[in-house]
């Protein structure tokens, strides 16, 4: 998938030279903690989020630090940050330069530079002119759309079995043999050695995406690398998990 599979195409922007104010009133009435900041030629000069409004002298949340650290720091760091807390004007406070895409962009390289950056939106340009926002929440609404849904189909404790295993061995954590998965009428049974206590996890997890399976019933055993000491499932009472998957 890419960024036009996903993207809000309705952008709501705000000007370089609108106020502060204005912006976090659109912020607040469009549910958005962004806005990309477009000039009178339609061009992407920089962006405003929630963070530029946190540090604000109207609400008393302006830096402030004792006056012997202020020694230390450069005074156009000060002035910058007098700046940002005090400003009226969007282009005063925004982030200039922001990191963009275009609706080619796949949804892994977008995950990655949101990631990289630290950001949670990326405007999506086409020809210099933003046509779509990408947010995390943009992704999370395709997760939701395109999670895979329940299927009705019965499938035999054969093909259960065959598609875990599968799942497991294409892992590059895989236990690999180590690990045997015995299926009975829907219910999972996970038997054999796991070297790292985290794979535990992750083979129920394997376990519970196939389709088919009711019931896990965990019975590996953890070799502790160091001492060689083994251990059984957590809570061995409590080891069967009902399988609403």
């Given amino acids: 998938m890419k960024a036009s599979d996903v993207m809000t195409q309705h952008v709501v922007s705000v000007k370089p030279d609108s106020s502060v104010t204005e912006a976090a009133q659109l912020m607040l009435e469009n549910r958005i903690s962004g806005l990309p900041v477009i000039d009178g030629n339609r061009a992407l000069v920089g962006i ?20 012997w650290l202020e020694i ?51 405007p999506v340009v086409r020809g210099g002119e933003v046509v779509g926002i990408v947010s995390r929440a943009n992704l999370v609404h395709a997760l939701v759309s395109l999670a895979p849904k329940a299927e009705n189909t019965v499938s035999s404790d054969a093909s259960i079995r065959q598609r875990i295993l599968t799942e497991i061995d294409r892992q590059p954590w895989s236990p690999g043999k180590l690990v045997n998965v015995i299926v009975r009428d829907g ?3 996970l038997w054999g050695t796991i070297f790292d206590e985290r794979d535990r996890e992750a083979l129920r997890v394997v ?39």
Avoid: C
């Fill in 72 to 122: 230390f720091i450069s005074p156009g760091r000060l002035a910058s940050e007098y700046v940002r807390s005090h400003a009226r004007k969007v282009n005063e406070i925004m982030t200039e330069e922001p990191q963009t895409i275009t609706e080619e962009t796949p949804l892994e390289a977008i995950v990655l530079l949101m990631e990289k950056k630290r950001i949670k939106r990326l």
């Fill in 48 to 67: 405003v989020t929630e963070g530029d409004l946190l540090r604000r002298g109207e609400i008393a949340t302006e830096r402030r630090r004792p006056h």
């Fill in 207 to 245: 376990a519970e995406n196939v389709p088919g399976v009711k019931q896990i019933h965990d019975h590996l055993v953890w070799v502790e690398p160091m001492s060689g000491l083994t251990f059984d499932a957590p809570d061995r009472e409590q080891e069967t998990r009902n399988a609403t998957f």
């Fill in 187 to 189: 219910n999972v049974e």
